[in-house]
């Protein structure tokens, strides 16, 4: 006899800072979500037991734990094939982490797992401006980079889990140190975080020319603040925002070498900046590209809200979870 | 009533310089084959003619026209789903070129095209050392650099049959000319004709150095003159070795980043050279790879013969021609 499909699942986004999580129906509606802090959380056990409080508290309010299917979890350096999440370097555990089996375990309930990006990548093609769609390649600007590929409508996980990783391309041989270990990888420079660099360094550069961001102490810099100097007319918080979308363009020609999608999904932060982004980003890409792939790839805002477009591509992995 | 499958298909490569055909049976055994000169027929029209006579005849010869079950192409910039090679920098024939329905219009029978390296991608999988494998990279080290992706055990198309163009992939920015437009793509570094290149530059910089090469005229030298050298013991050929294999190594270590795969097969002239490209190309790509991927992925060389690969894979596509 064939199990009847319960009606809801849940959803887990962990980042660095917070873990959010979410009840969702076969829609794709969110009933209900909440969140805990992260980094409040060195212990592990502590972690987990502060999770599954939370959602054993949200799903009793809801529906019942009796009519959850599974929990997908989104997570940095999550390994699909073993549940485990694996030497995160944003995360406060160290080493090999079996989070599927502890919150099985402690929840009596199916988990799944795959990376941040990749739930996100998952969310988007059954939600978001993604839907119909079998090869496209999601790009999360967040504080990192993160990346989810869909080829042949189905998400390219890699022999060992970990596929997707387009944040730590390397861009720039020798270029800024990244957490990784590398150099030169592209989330330097395209992250939020990264951005903030690129306006230190600016800023230094450019010495004798005024901004608007020299009001603010160089340290304290955010993308955010480039992005309103910007939008202001400032001209190195612009030049800014050119360099970004150049650099990022530029990588994005090369990932469409790889797998021909027929969209880039941006997603996070950073895509909120419009035209600011977008008009340097699309010059840069369609330069570095073979004629064979030029003016036919569209480069996509995510229409999603941020956290739900986490708890939604996470929970996506619950319906299949076991 | 389902139609029974014929025996054997053919398949065709169709290089820059020559086109080979094969008639192939169910074991993946090359049972008769031939080839023309693709440079000597200018005119479209009369190249398809004399390919299809020289087909017709291999098969007369062979087992008959009514024993085959399709025709399998692998050619530059041809296009799995309309069937047509559209733009080929290397090929006589400019536009877009309606192969597929050509071919099958004149013989009778049901003809697929895909890219040579997608070609040879799937000849790997079905008879060579990526038998098994659900996750690899082919890459082709030829007169250009080549590629097809494997990605849960299938062949990555994209969106519109043109992706796996990692030989075009931008390794040095304002780099090397390459006949696509671009500057700096891995092809210019990488493929035998970029090895040459790379000893040009060599022998220029390294004016008062002595080497083998140095007995052959700067616009003659080979990718095969230099391996010569290498083996000679050259230490400028040796350097370029190490150049071309640090070069490729850091590429292909991006290249995991995206799909993370169990193995990266190289084939092709440039894959004979053994250790001499192999150790600098490893040590530059496990440099450049993150911890979770390091140590992790297997760089084979491919165990069919040049020909025979090519082939088998185009003529695996025949057995699902429509």
């Not at 391309?169 to 395209?190: A, D, F, M, Q, S």
């Not at 009001?215 to 612009?238: E, H, L, M, R, Y």
């Amino acid at each position: 006899m064939k199990n009847e499909m319960k009606p809801n699942v849940v959803g887990i986004d962990i980042g660095g800072t917070n873990t959010v999580f979410g009840i969702v129906d076969q829609k794709g509606t969110v009933l209900a979500s909440n969140s805990i802090k992260t980094q409040a959380y060195q212990e592990l056990d502590n972690y987990m037991n502060a999770l599954c409080d939370g959602i054993a508290k949200l799903v009793a309010d809801t529906c019942g734990m009796d009519k959850i299917q599974g929990i997908g979890v989104g997570a940095p350096n999550a390994n699909f094939y073993t549940g485990n999440i694996e030497h995160a370097p944003n995360l406060p555990w160290k080493g090999i982490v079996p989070f599927a089996k502890m919150m099985s375990e402690k929840l009596g309930v199916p988990v799944a797992l795959t990376n941040d990006a990749n739930a996100a990548a998952i969310g988007e093609m059954k939600y978001g401006v993604a839907q119909g769609m079998k090869d496209f390649i999601m790009i999360t600007l967040g504080t990192g980079v993160g990346s989810g590929v869909i080829a042949n409508g189905q998400l390219i996980y890699g022999h060992d889990g970990f596929a997707g990783e387009l944040g730590h391309v390397i861009v720039e041989r020798n270029g800024r140190p990244c957490g990784c270990g590398n150099k030169g990888c592209l989330e330097t420079y395209t992250s939020a975080t990264g951005v903030a660099r690129t306006a230190r360094e600016f800023l230094e550069k450019r010495a004798n020319e005024d901004s608007l961001l020299r009001k603010i102490p160089a340290d304290q810099i955010t993308s955010k603040d480039v992005f309103d100097a910007a939008k202001a007319g400032d001209a190195i918080a612009k030049d800014i925002f050119a360099f970004t979308g150049e650099v990022l363009g530029a990588a994005l020609a090369d990932f469409i070498k790889f797998s021909s999608p027929e969209a880039i999904v941006l997603f996070g932060g950073l895509a909120k900046s419009g035209d600011l982004l977008l008009v340097p980003l699309k010059k840069a890409m369609e330069d570095n590209l073979m004629p064979i792939f030029k003016n036919k790839v569209k480069v996509l805002f995510s229409g999603m809200k941020d956290a739900d477009a986490a708890v939604l591509g996470a929970s996506a992995l619950g319906w299949d979870a076991k």
